[in-house]
């Protein structure tokens, strides 16, 4: 690392909150579901764009710090096997990451088979082009197109 990155890691490591295991996040996702028989998996998903704020008090400053895709592709595969397992609909994020989302699509359907059909994925705030559309279409058989997504199109094309 640089003078400049050394700095500004030793300045947010304080600030960031104490490392959650997957394993707990999973275990009260799971209660949770239990508890609310009708509730679905969300807000989740992948973001390319996120960065990690400063400090968690007054207005928000970004640092230039990442969260790396393939970190959130475990969890976010994580969350969607327990989603399967419990066939809880989810809502689904893809922010600057469409092909990395397809990807991921992809497998999830290949690895849950029929079970995966069993649940409902509502796609928003994503830039996905006409072509992506189509083949994650075919992957999702309960696809929902979250408005936010279809009005971002219109304005497109107006």
């Known amino acids: 690392m640089d003078d400049k990155l050394d700095a500004a890691f030793e300045r947010i490591l304080p600030q960031l909150p104490e490392p959650i295991l997957l394993s ?3 275990s009260d996702l799971r209660q949770n579901f239990v508890k609310f028989p009708n509730a679905m998996l969300g807000e989740v ?3 390319r764009a996120f960065r990690i ?3 968690s008090e ?3 400053h970004l ?3 990442t969260v790396p895709l393939n970190h959130q592709l475990h969890i976010l595969e994580a969350q969607l096997d327990l989603a399967v ?3 809880r ?3 689904l994020h893809s922010v600057k990451c469409q092909q990395a989302t397809l990807e991921f699509i992809n497998r ?3 690895k849950h088979g029929e079970r995966w059909d069993m649940i409902s994925i509502d796609m928003h705030s994503c830039g996905l082009s006409a072509q992506m559309w189509k083949s994650l279409e075919v992957r999702i058989s309960n696809f929902i197109l979250n408005y936010h997504f279809l009005s971002a199109i219109i304005e497109k094309s107006s």
Request: aromatic share 8%.
């Open 63 to 65: 640092s230039n710090f």
């Open 58 to 60: 007054g207005p928000k």
């Open 24 to 26: 707990d996040v999973l």
């Open 108 to 110: 999830m359907a290949n």
């Open 85 to 87: 397992e419990l066939q």
């Open 45 to 47: 998903g992948l973001d």
């Open 89 to 91: 609909n989810v809502s």
């Open 53 to 55: 704020p400063w400090s």
